[in-house]
């Protein structure tokens, strides 16, 4: 690789007027490289283009734009276009390019050192905190230790401008930061405040109220605690009609991880029961951990009396809103409001959506806080905002333990590519395992093979574990498309003739896709639409049918035991267009299990 890099920078000092070939993620990349090392080049090119535009602070053009018979091209998108790239530059006189290879694209990737400063058309970046404390048990990866949350506030206090969550935003003009905290764990007031006000930086606490002054933990902090702190724990379990084995750190982790959406999906009142109907399960003889606690009334109180800090709410029991009706949101909003205000003595006005996700969410949500002076309210969705931002969906960026390299790198990384790539990070900390080919396109890694018999998959069983997907939504990252999942998709993908036809690897891979329907459809790529001919589908599909490619890969195990290698799989989904203009995941089809692997090295 190291002699590949240095035939790419020996080919740009040999040539006078170097291009980057190509606009978007991959170009960027290159773009930035070219900065970072310090070598002259004129702008991007593509094929054609539509209107004027700049990147990284070059002009964007068309190939017929380009003048210059000396010009040389550095083509920088996926490799399976680069004989047709080749192609037309030859055909336009064009005789000096350097096609930059998956393995080079992916180490210039990740060694980008982002030594230049560039333009960006949002300048907020909203970061997402939940701890502050050092854990030797982490599942959720929620801590970030406090010798680093010190590092990067430091780091924030010299280099960006950091402002309040509620202020007025609209004539920012310079990248800037805003700190906030969700859920409103103890060591937000032990360990983050006393940081906070060392380099006296502003922050915004989201409190659920339903847990101060109560030794209790949160619900997936107990679920944790069941099978990492629990001396008589089985071997085994089952649930949801599937079997979880429990040899394992790893596998007890992956228990945690399948069981999280079904606890997630109930309400405040089911879910105290399906916790109660868990530790007889698993014969738990685990107590409630210090580490783990919530705020008291009395440190709540003294965090919010500090000038630096604002505080929000974050509901009574931490519940996914679009679950409830009006009315149970209204209750869960009005009243964590005014349990906070009668703590603090202070108006509170701005609220942040447990778990974030826009599935987590819903128009009586936005509804229930405007009628409630709510003036903010922030998601949990990647992305950056302007004065332009809605300010009841601000998007946030978590972020998780990491050295300030790191830190420093997910901050440029944000600023400069959120605008090609879109929000590469998922609403929920269920959702982190997502891994790049050497294109950078990401790619949906399944946890568990929760459905392991390919000889005889039972469908009935997946059908079933798909109806938690039902009334939600995501979006495709490249297209902005939201699709919607209704209550006929379970059937059609558990159900379909196309499934049933189905045998050996395909079966088992469509099977375990079903953890990832979400994140398949966010990195989803390549729409094209067909017409809608058949009449039992003049409703559904009334205005034709969306097909859209992804990717996902299973892990590969040995004797129950992960290997560290993946099978990755192509397929397709299929989106019907209804009458009431919104999309629909109908199901997905052509799966088949990619020739290669697409990652550099395995």
């Given at each position: 690789?190291?002699?590949?890099?240095?035939?790419?920078?020996?080919?740009?000092?040999?040539?006078?007027?170097i291009y980057?070939?190509?606009?978007?993620?991959?170009?960027?990349?290159?773009?930035?490289?070219?900065?970072?090392?310090?070598?002259?080049?004129n702008?991007?090119?593509?094929?054609?283009?539509?209107e004027?535009?700049?990147l990284?602070?070059?002009?964007v053009?068309s190939l017929?734009e380009?003048?210059?018979?000396?010009?040389?091209?550095?083509?920088?998108?996926?490799?399976k276009?680069?004989?047709?790239?080749?192609?037309?530059?030859?055909?336009?006189?064009?005789d000096?390019?350097?096609?930059?290879?998956d393995?080079?694209?992916?180490e210039i990737?990740?060694?980008?050192?982002?030594?230049?400063?560039?333009?960006?058309?949002?300048n907020?970046?909203?970061?997402?905190y939940?701890r502050?404390?050092?854990?030797?048990?982490?599942?959720?990866?929620?801590?970030?230790?406090?010798?680093?949350?010190?590092?990067?506030?430091?780091?924030?206090?010299k280099?960006?401008?950091?402002?309040r969550?509620?202020?007025?935003?609209?004539?920012t003009?310079?990248?800037?930061?805003?700190?906030?905290?969700?859920d409103?764990?103890?060591?937000?007031?032990?360990?983050?405040l006393?940081?906070?006000?060392?380099?006296?930086?502003?922050?915004?606490?989201f409190?659920?109220?339903?847990?101060?002054?109560?030794?209790?933990?949160?619900?997936?902090?107990?679920?944790?605690?069941?099978?990492?702190?629990?001396?008589?724990?089985?071997?085994?379990?089952?649930?949801?009609?599937l079997?979880?084995?429990?040899d394992?750190?790893e596998?007890?982790?992956?228990?945690?991880?399948?069981?999280?959406?079904?606890?997630?999906?109930?309400?405040p009142?089911?879910?105290?029961?399906e916790i109660?109907?868990?530790?007889?399960?698993?014969n738990?003889n685990?107590?409630?951990?210090q580490?783990?606690?919530?705020?008291?009334?009395?440190?709540l109180?003294?965090?919010?009396?500090?000038e630096?800090?604002?505080?929000?709410?974050?509901?009574?029991t931490?519940?996914?809103?679009?679950r409830?009706?009006?009315?149970?949101q209204?209750?869960?909003?009005?009243?964590?409001?005014?349990a906070?205000?009668?703590?603090?003595?202070?108006r509170?006005?701005?609220?942040?959506?447990?778990?974030g996700?826009?599935?987590?969410?819903?128009?009586d949500?936005?509804?229930?806080?405007?009628?409630?002076s709510?003036?903010?309210?922030?998601?949990?969705?990647?992305?950056?905002?302007?004065?332009?931002t809605?300010?009841?969906?601000?998007p946030?960026?978590?972020k998780r333990?990491?050295?300030?390299n790191?830190f420093?790198?997910?901050?440029?990384?944000?600023?400069?590519?959120?605008?090609?790539?879109?929000?590469?990070?998922?609403?929920?900390?269920?959702?982190?395992e997502?891994t790049?080919?050497?294109y950078?396109?990401?790619?949906?890694v399944?946890?568990?093979?929760?459905?392991?018999?390919?000889q005889?998959?039972?469908?009935?069983d997946?059908e079933k574990?798909l109806?938690?997907?039902?009334?939600?939504?995501?979006?495709?990252?490249?297209?902005?498309?939201?699709?919607?999942?209704?209550?006929?998709?379970?059937d059609?993908y558990?159900?379909?003739?196309y499934?049933?036809?189905?045998?050996g690897t395909?079966a088992?891979?469509k099977?375990?896709a079903?953890?990832a329907?979400?994140?398949?459809?966010?990195f989803?790529?390549?729409?094209?639409?067909?017409?809608?001919y058949k009449?039992?589908?003049?409703?559904?599909a009334?205005?034709?049918?969306?097909y859209?490619?992804?990717?996902f890969?299973?892990p590969?195990?040995k004797?129950?035991?992960?290997?560290g290698?993946?099978?990755?799989?192509?397929?397709?989904l299929?989106?019907?267009?209804?009458?009431?203009?919104k999309?629909?995941?109908?199901?997905?089809?052509?799966?088949?299990?990619?020739?290669?692997n697409?990652?550099?090295?395995?």
């Amino acid at each position: 690789m190291k002699e590949e890099l240095r035939r790419l920078t020996d080919f740009c000092e040999k040539e006078r007027k170097i291009y980057c070939y190509g606009a978007g993620l991959y170009g960027k990349v290159v773009g930035i490289f070219l900065d970072d090392n310090n070598i002259k080049w004129n702008g991007f090119v593509v094929s054609s283009k539509s209107e004027e535009g700049t990147l990284l602070g070059r002009n964007v053009i068309s190939l017929a734009e380009v003048q210059s018979e000396d010009a040389a091209f550095l083509v920088s998108v996926n490799e399976k276009y680069h004989g047709e790239i080749e192609k037309i530059l030859s055909e336009n006189g064009f005789d000096s390019s350097f096609c930059v290879t998956d393995g080079l694209y992916q180490e210039i990737f990740e060694n980008l050192s982002y030594k230049k400063e560039y333009r960006v058309n949002k300048n907020i970046n909203v970061l997402l905190y939940h701890r502050i404390i050092d854990l030797e048990l982490d599942t959720w990866k929620l801590a970030v230790s406090p010798d680093h949350f010190d590092e990067q506030m430091k780091y924030l206090k010299k280099h960006y401008k950091i402002l309040r969550f509620e202020d007025d935003w609209t004539e920012t003009d310079e990248k800037s930061v805003v700190i906030t905290f969700d859920d409103g764990y103890f060591d937000n007031y032990r360990y983050a405040l006393p940081i906070l006000e060392k380099y006296g930086i502003h922050a915004t606490f989201f409190v659920s109220s339903g847990h101060i002054d109560d030794v209790k933990e949160f619900w997936w902090d107990e679920l944790e605690r069941m099978f990492f702190c629990n001396s008589s724990l089985p071997d085994h379990i089952y649930y949801e009609g599937l079997k979880l084995p429990l040899d394992t750190d790893e596998l007890k982790r992956e228990a945690c991880y399948f069981i999280h959406p079904y606890i997630k999906k109930l309400k405040p009142e089911e879910r105290n029961v399906e916790i109660k109907r868990l530790k007889e399960i698993l014969n738990d003889n685990s107590a409630p951990r210090q580490t783990h606690r919530t705020m008291s009334s009395d440190e709540l109180k003294k965090l919010a009396a500090s000038e630096l800090v604002t505080i929000g709410a974050h509901t009574v029991t931490h519940t996914a809103l679009s679950r409830e009706s009006y009315d149970e949101q209204l209750y869960e909003i009005k009243k964590s409001k005014e349990a906070i205000e009668n703590i603090v003595d202070k108006r509170v006005n701005v609220f942040s959506y447990p778990f974030g996700g826009r599935q987590d969410y819903n128009s009586d949500t936005i509804r229930v806080l405007t009628s409630l002076s709510f003036t903010k309210s922030a998601s949990g969705f990647w992305g950056v905002s302007d004065g332009c931002t809605d300010v009841m969906q601000i998007p946030r960026n978590g972020k998780r333990d990491m050295d300030l390299n790191d830190f420093v790198r997910s901050l440029n990384y944000t600023w400069y590519m959120c605008d090609v790539s879109g929000p590469f990070l998922s609403d929920s900390s269920l959702e982190d395992e997502i891994t790049s080919d050497i294109y950078g396109q990401r790619i949906p890694v399944l946890r568990n093979n929760i459905f392991t018999n390919r000889q005889n998959i039972n469908w009935d069983d997946v059908e079933k574990y798909l109806v938690r997907y039902v009334n939600t939504c995501s979006q495709v990252i490249e297209t902005n498309d939201v699709i919607h999942i209704g209550n006929e998709f379970p059937d059609e993908y558990s159900g379909s003739n196309y499934t049933r036809a189905l045998k050996g690897t395909r079966a088992k891979a469509k099977a375990n896709a079903a953890q990832a329907i979400s994140r398949m459809i966010r990195f989803a790529t390549n729409k094209k639409y067909k017409e809608n001919y058949k009449a039992k589908h003049s409703s559904d599909a009334a205005k034709g049918w969306y097909y859209y490619d992804t990717r996902f890969a299973v892990p590969v195990y040995k004797d129950k035991i992960k290997t560290g290698k993946y099978n990755f799989f192509l397929a397709r989904l299929v989106v019907n267009h209804a009458t009431n203009d919104k999309l629909y995941l109908y199901d997905i089809i052509d799966i088949k299990k990619e020739a290669s692997n697409p990652l550099k090295t395995q």
